[in-house]
Nanobody, 125 residues
């Protein structure tokens, strides 16, 4: 089992920044690929960003490329999503997710078997 706890969400004006953190506990963190997804009201869960177990390669959804950065610290069992130039359409609940290492870089939510409880991000115009 892997337990994931997100933090860092909140309310920010358009153009601002937020930094989301995900703290993992349980099994060996470095054995897992990590990702962030988001879900806005009435919409399907959307892939945001993913990072390989080593942190050596990252992947981003088209809507966040160039604005968001995912990183991980295996020594601290954390994964971070730095969000810059936020837009109202970024408003959603953001979820941290973990998948077995062979799913590194997957954009499919079904490949991730551990999820956090989510943190709300609201961007005002």
């Amino acid at each position: 089992q892997v337990q994931l706890v997100e933090s860092g969400g909140g309310l920010v004006q358009a153009g601002g920044s937020l930094r989301l953190s995900c703290a993992a506990s349980g099994r060996t963190f470095s054995n897992y690929a990590m990702a962030w997804f988001r879900q806005a009201p009435g919409k399907e869960r959307e892939f945001v960003a993913a990072i390989r177990w080593s942190g050596g390669r990252t992947y981003y959804g088209d809507s966040v490329k160039g604005r968001f950065t995912i990183s991980r610290d295996n020594a601290k069992n954390t994964v971070v999503l730095q969000m810059n130039s936020l837009k109202p359409e970024d408003t959603a609940v953001y979820y941290c997710a973990a998948a077995p290492v062979y799913y590194s870089g997957s954009v499919k939510s079904g490949d991730y078997n551990y999820w956090g409880q989510g943190t709300q991000v609201t961007v005002s115009s």
